[in-house]
């Protein structure tokens, strides 16, 4: 009886003396990243949900943030960040480096669309939704590199879509954007195989959450003029989108099961959605042709993924 209490104590103070997993979260505010950060905190991670504006636009969200936090006693605290601000980047990924010791996930949720006929988007317009969708990205991984290259461990998941690797027309700006965030993905993927960092993206298909209602639309509306039906595209997409019924759920308990993969054993990208629409074909094909490539150019070995050093803390 005294040695099983023994083993008892010894094991609980196991668990409290190894430290949770430290998640940040982009644009949290509400939809798949608002989700992600109140099922991960409930799954013992502890979470750091990053949103715009914390005093103006959203406070309420901040608050009722905080305020799950404190009736659940979770791991799980906001903090500010514009992806679109490097300096906001940076001193958010600092402050919760400052106060976490580690960052061992990041998960690059914050984003946008735009649904219209292509020409009736201003360049203003193309670049602003590069700055969140792509740059965004972009900014916020250098901004966590050094500490997780510091690990030798760390992951990166970018919530891109299933209209990152089709192309839906009346949504190509989307399309384009999502496209590039693809690339970016799996390029750190390879370029950080050695280094014990993933980097996988998350590929939602249509699912009712706020972006819908957010949706921007071509500035320059005249020009759709000129297509005659045609111009009907977006209308018909939005209506298709608008009926899906699928749980947004399903996108933060992804989340959660990429993080619980071990490093070696994750797929670079995870389709989630009621209709494929031929994106896991897709996914196989390129995963095929991607092999060919760097066998052909002989850094196949380079960008295999290897376990992390036994110096790693994660």
């Known amino acids: 009886m005294v040695l099983a209490l023994q083993a008892k104590r010894a094991y609980c103070a196991g668990i409290m003396s190894t430290p949770k997993q430290v998640v940040l979260i982009t644009g949290s505010s509400s939809g798949f990243g608002r989700l992600m950060a109140e099922t991960l905190a409930r799954n013992g991670y502890s979470v750091f949900a990053s949103m715009r504006d914390l005093g103006g636009k959203n406070a309420g969200a901040a608050d009722q943030m905080r305020g799950l936090a404190a009736s659940e006693s979770l791991a799980l605290e906001v903090c500010e960040m514009d992806v679109t601000n490097e300096a906001s980047v940076n001193k958010c990924v600092s402050d919760v480096i400052g106060k976490a010791g580690r960052l061992d996930v990041l998960i690059n949720n914050a984003g946008f669309a735009y649904m219209g006929m292509t020409e009736t988007f201003t360049l203003e317009q193309m670049q602003s939704i590069f700055d969140t969708n792509v740059f965004g990205v972009q900014r916020t991984i250098r901004a966590a590199l050094p500490q997780m290259l510091k690990q030798k461990s760390g992951l990166f998941i970018q919530v891109s879509s299933g209209a990152g690797r089709v192309v839906l027309p009346g949504m190509t700006m989307y399309c384009a954007s999502k496209f590039a965030m693809e690339a970016l993905t799996e390029g750190y993927r390879y370029e950080l195989a050695s280094s014990g960092i993933d980097s996988v993206s998350l590929e939602p298909g249509a699912y009712r959450t706020e972006i819908l209602g957010k949706i921007g639309k ?43 993969t071990p490093f070696g054993a994750r797929q670079l990208r995870y389709r989630r959605g009621v209709n494929g629409l031929g994106v896991q074909e897709i996914n196989a094909l390129t995963d095929q042709i991607q092999t060919q490539i760097l066998n052909a150019f002989g850094i196949a070995d380079l ?6 050093s036994s110096s790693a803390t994660a």
Do not use: C
């Open 218 to 260: 071509g500035n320059d509306q005249a020009r759709a003029e000129a297509y005659g039906t045609g111009k009907q595209l977006p209308e018909r997409l939005e209506a298709l989108l608008n009926a899906t019924t699928a749980d947004p759920q399903e996108i933060a308990d992804a989340a959660l099961e990429i993080i619980r």
């Open 303 to 308: 960008t295999r993924q290897q376990a992390a």
